[in-house]
Each structure stands twice: as structure tokens, then as C-alpha cells.
């Protein structure tokens, strides 16, 4: 009996010994976090090369900050969705062992997560671009008219996220690294996957017989390039059907 794409990666999953998720933009959109490219992309309205390149933040600090102001903005109202507690119960059951997020917005922590890889940082804390003091951003009211924020130091405060342009932090990269090399399954959820370096995952993942199942309503590059399983769909709708499969059984 032929089996379909869903029944196949149910039996993936169900298969798996060290399954992991790889997610992007596409998990919070549920969320009411707009993703970055397509359509309704914040990078329509924010050049990134502008706003939030390492190049645009030294060259004009307070502009790029206005495009930050409206990232906090969005953080106020957004809870995570079905689809961050599903990985949290995953997670929790032994299913999941961890997440390497692209998302710089706390969601899977909150939606209860531990084994979380912030890949791009977060806007949890900021980062003195002088002095390097680390600071936490819960609870600091930005004033849209005295920015940017400074440090004590006199430094220019950044979001600890990283900027393009900026290298991502060799620990990060090389939890990142390790996470892919255990996985025998690997979900890659809501991410368009072309940027770095969740762009050259599938092909790591792949050299050691790792399968791979994307979540997307739209096909992707990776789609194109690599032998993996498409489930065709929104986040939360699809990983609500894989969890109502593994709780009926
Ligand atoms: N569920 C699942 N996927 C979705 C949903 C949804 N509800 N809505 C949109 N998507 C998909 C889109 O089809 C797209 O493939 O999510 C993907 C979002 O792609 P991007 O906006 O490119 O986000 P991401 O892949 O996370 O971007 C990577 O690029 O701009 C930088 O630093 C930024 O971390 C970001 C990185």
C-alpha cells in the first residue's frame, strides 16, 4: 500500500531516535509576527541592508533602532501558538530533543522549550557595542526620541541579534553543528532556509542519512534541493495533525 506524505512522516517521526526542529519566521506568524520575506514581509517595508546590517547600525545607530522599536512592538501582544507547545510537549515526552530557532522572539522558551539554540540571538538582551556588558531588555522602556540606548559606558547598545554582516557567535555555530550531527530526523518548520546557516543544514544532515521533513505552506529552496517531505501547510494546523495522530495511537 502506497503510503501519503503525512502517513509516511508520522512513521518518520514515530521511527526517529533523535529528532529535532529547525524553525524560522513561518512558527510565529500564528503568533502575529509578521515573517520577513514574501508578501507581508517586513523586509518590504525595512531594507535590510539598511536597517539591519552591521553596516547601517555604525552608520546611522538611531535608524536601525527605529526598526527595533518596532520588533519590541510586536513582542508586547505576541503568545506563543499551538505550534511552539506542541515542540514544548514533544519535548517534554521524549519526542523532541531540541530546537535550533532562527526566531529572536522567546516564543518556544515560553511555550515551555529548554533545549532551545538561538541561532540569530534574541531580543531578549542587549549587547554593548563598546564595553560588551550584557544587558536585559525586559522591562526597559526604549524612548522613541533619546535613541539609541546607552551604556554606562558611553557604548551604543545593539539587541543581542545578529546583524547581516555580522558573524554568528562560533558557540552558537558549533551547538548548532553538533545538534544537526546527532539528528536522525530533522523538522524544518516555517523557514524559507536560504540563510546562513540553516542553508547548508540539510546538506550536513543529509551526509550522515538523516531524513527531513519540512512544514510549510509554500514549496522552498530547500524543498527544491534536497530529498525531503513536504508537509504542505500552516505550522500550528499541521503540527495539531501530527499530534492528534500520535495521541490516537
Ligand atoms: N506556518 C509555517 N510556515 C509559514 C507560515 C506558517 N503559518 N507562514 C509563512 N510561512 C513560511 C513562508 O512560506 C516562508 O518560507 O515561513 C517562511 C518564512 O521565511 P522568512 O521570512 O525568510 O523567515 P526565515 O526563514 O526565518 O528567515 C531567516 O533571515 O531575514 C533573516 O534573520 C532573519 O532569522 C531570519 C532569517
Known sequence: MQLSVFDHAIQLIRDSRHMIAVTGAGISVDSGIPAFRGDTGLWNTYDPSVYASIEGFRENPRR????????YDQLIDARPNAAHTI?????????LQGIITQNIDD????????HVIEVHGS?????????GQIIHSR?????????PP?????????PEAVLFGESIPSTWYFACLEAIRKADTILFIGTS??????NEFPEIALRHGCRLIEINPDATVLTRL????HLQGFANDVLTRLAEAFNEQ
Not at 65 to 70: I, K, N, R
Not at 87 to 95: I, S
Not at 107 to 114: E, I, N, R, V
Open 64 to 71: 536601525s533602532w527605529e526598526f527595533f522599536l518596532e520588533l
Open 87 to 95: 515542540l514544548a510537549e514533544w519535548e517534554q515526552k521524549g519526542l
Open 107 to 114: 516564543l518556544h522558551q515560553q511555550a515551555g522549550s529548554h
Open 123 to 131: 531580543l531578549r538582551n542587549l549587547i554593548c557595542t563598546t564595553c
Open 139 to 147: 522591562g526597559m522602556i526604549f524612548d522613541s526620541v533619546d535613541l
Open 150 to 158: 546607552m551604556c554606562r559606558c558611553g557604548g551604543i547598545l545593539k
Open 193 to 198: 532556509g536560504i540563510v546562513h546557516p540553516v
Open 226 to 229: 534536497y530529498d525531503m517531505i
